[in-house]
């Protein structure tokens, strides 16, 4: 068996991402290279060939939106100076599995990121952050400017779990093509952009809400948040326009890759993501409220899974584990930080 990584802390207060890859600059590398493996060894000519294609085709959609992170995500890529920076910082396919949970007085994020690229548990780092409304700890990659899950003690826990496809009655890789380039013609905010922006400014729970629910994006999403009281937790389902609220009862509320709401019912339908979303999602209903992670286990824990973690915001706990699909591949990081 090979040793359990340790996950590194980060503090880069005062600072951006760009500073966290100049310190983990080999992780960020190992990251852009797996990147090219994502579908086997077959695939890395491939995916060398399309890569520089896809970073020119998302500088230019990051410049046209005007995105407030461009500068950052520039310089990671000039540092790095290999192609795949500008292409993973606005890739979108992913599935999760997270919700919030009532645990001994206060609520409970829990959440488990499926993505097949290589080494991403392997890679996490811990980034302590701040904006103008407080510090928050993001669960993250060197290279990586946006937020796919994150703890701000004393505010509020947050995840982004991938939205279903929506059908364009073209077949399965019809509606892919399809949507990709309604995104090219949509210049609003990556979702992962849009929850950095919240744990920055937002300073409570509503604020975070009001933030996640009204704010356009460039694609759908699922956002699940998690405040400081027993009320304070929910679902938020997004189209590029449009939301619809799940909120917590019989003590939880979960997501999958797939809507639950009225949503679902808009336009053509959607197709859920992979792997097994209904099934994930009644299982996530039967767990109960332990705050450790010995929740991760199949149909949860896939061959995609690449992190789990669990956030409590009121009492500023935080467990996060790297995983190779359901095997540990980190030791638990655990805040507060011990010496």
Avoid at 12 to 37: D, M, N, Q, S, W
Avoid at 129 to 135: E, F, M, N, S
Avoid at 212 to 221: Q, S
Avoid at 260 to 280: Q, T, V
Wanted: hydrophobic share 40%; glycine share 10%.
């Amino acid at each position: 068996m090979q040793p359990l990584v340790k996950i590194p802390y980060t503090d880069i207060r005062g600072y951006t991402p760009f500073e966290l890859l100049y310190l983990h600059r080999r992780g960020a590398r190992t990251l852009v290279e797996g990147a090219k493996r994502t579908f086997g060894e077959a695939s890395r000519l491939t995916s060398a060939l399309a890569m520089p294609w896809a970073d020119r085709a998302s500088r230019r959609w990051l410049e046209k939106s005007g995105n407030p992170y461009l500068h950052e995500i520039a310089a990671s890529a000039e540092s790095l100076g290999l192609p795949g920076v500008y292409t993973l910082n606005v890739c979108f396919e992913w599935g999760c599995t997270s919700g919030v949970w009532h645990s001994e007085g206060s609520p409970l994020l829990r959440r488990v990121l499926d993505w097949p690229f290589p080494s991403l548990g392997e890679n996490i780092v811990v980034a302590h952050q701040k904006g103008p409304a407080g510090d928050f700890f993001n669960v993250t990659w060197p290279g990586y400017s946006g937020v796919l899950q994150a703890t701000a003690p004393g505010r509020f826990a947050a995840a982004i779990n991938q939205a279903p496809m929506r059908r364009r009655g073209a077949g399965l890789a019809g509606d892919w093509a399809l949507g990709r380039m309604a995104v090219g013609r949509n210049f609003a905010l990556p979702p992962s952009h849009l929850l950095r922006q919240t744990f920055e400014t937002a300073p409570d729970f509503a604020a975070a809400k009001q933030m996640l629910c009204a704010t356009p994006i460039a694609v759908p999403a699922i956002f699940v948040l998690c405040g400081m009281h027993s009320s304070e937790g929910c679902v938020i389902e997004r189209t590029e326009g449009a939301f619809a609220v799940r909120e917590m009862a019989d003590g939880h509320v979960c997501a999958t890759n797939h809507f639950e709401s009225k949503l679902n019912e808009a336009g053509h339908g959607w197709r859920a993501r992979p792997i097994d979303s209904h099934g994930r999602m009644i299982c996530a209903r039967t767990l109960g409220a332990s705050p450790d992670l010995s929740w991760f286990a199949p149909p949860i824990a896939n061959v995609n899974s690449r992190l789990a973690l669990t956030a409590n915001a009121a009492n500023g706990s935080l467990l996060v584990m790297g995983t190779a699909g359901a095997t540990q591949v980190t030791e638990i990081f655990r805040l507060p930080v011990s010496d």
